[in-house]
């Protein structure tokens, strides 16, 4: 996995895999799905900062899995 931010443009991008995207959806405006043969490749947030997804929080509970 890789995740990568764009400050200029205030984009968070999150890659699972390098496999080829299948198929987009859109899940609003500013959350984007790119979909492989296997599932989810990647993730990308358009105004990630102004929106509140960075920075990154790790919710106690997946904390205490790893």
Do not use: C, Q
Request: negative net charge; without cysteine.
């Amino acid at each position: 996995m890789r995740i990568s931010y764009d400050e200029k443009e205030d984009t968070l991008y999150i890659r699972f895999s390098d496999e080829p995207v299948t198929r987009d959806e859109s899940l609003n405006w500013n959350v984007h799905v790119g979909y492989s043969a296997e599932g989810i490749r990647e993730i990308t947030i358009l105004e990630a900062k102004k929106r509140g997804y960075l920075p990154l929080k790790i919710d106690d509970g997946l904390k205490s899995a790893a």
